[in-house]
T-cell receptor, first 111, second 115 residues
């Protein structure tokens, strides 16, 4: 049972466009929602994270939007660049502080 | 700081062989964990440790053992390798378990193939 559902599985965006990746969860006990970025041959690295008492968090070109009532959150990458091409994972932290991961989205930014 | 290091980077095993994946961190982190990453499934937690001498099972612990004799090292042992254990394995660490979500650092991974 996948507790965090992530879509799409893959995404191709033109340079300068907006990349949007969506995640949904069921467990209302989740209380922290990080996004990780992973380049080929590397481990994941924390990109940005949000707590459920906030509806939006922005860091540079990266924004998390959070809808607590719908149990959904999304990552927006503005002005997408070829260097943003990577696999992105959403995750949620449960009451035991364990990370529950989405399946990942492979993002390709076309120049 | 070297951060989180893992060895080897690649490994091929035959079914039934055993081996140990090494993980070390030089950040004095209390919390360390092992994940496996399979296509289309994200990362799944195998085992974790909240400090030296303390380990616990994650989501997919079967076929793996861990120990934590020092703060720095957290080896993962495959007891009798099976093709289902073909995966990429990541070790991660964080300052403590309560902060693990926002301070977790990952190693570069070990790509394991079991024939």
């Amino acid at each position: 049972q996948q507790q965090v559902k992530q879509s799409p599985q893959s995404l191709i965006v033109q340079k300068g466009g907006i990349s949007i990746i969506n995640c949904a969860y069921e467990n209302t006990a989740f209380d922290y929602f990080p996004w990780y970025q992973q380049f080929p041959g590397k481990g994941p690295a924390l990109l940005i994270a949000i707590r459920p008492d906030v509806s939006e968090k922005k860091e540079g070109r990266f924004t998390i939007s959070f809808n607590k009532s719908a149990k959904q959150f999304s990552l927006h990458i503005m002005d997408s660049q070829p260097g943003d091409s990577a696999t992105y994972f959403c995750a949620a932290v449960d009451s035991n502080y364990q990370l529950i991961w989405g399946a990942g989205t492979k993002l390709i930014i076309k120049p | 700081n070297a951060g989180v290091t893992q060895t080897p980077k690649f490994q091929v095993l035959k079914t039934g062989q055993s081996m140990t994946l090494q993980c070390a961190q030089d950040m004095n982190h209390e919390y360390m964990s092992w994940y496996r990453q399979d296509p289309g499934m994200g990362l799944r937690l195998i085992h974790y440790s909240v400090g030296a001498g303390i380990t616990d099972q994650g989501e997919v612990p079967n076929g793996y053992n861990v120990s934590r004799s020092t703060t720095e090292d957290f080896p993962l042992r495959l007891l009798s390798a099976a093709p289902s254990q073909t995966s990429v394995y990541f070790c991660a660490s964080s300052y403590d378990s309560s902060g693990m979500a926002d301070t977790q650092y990952f190693g570069p991974g070990t790509r394991l193939t079991v024939l």
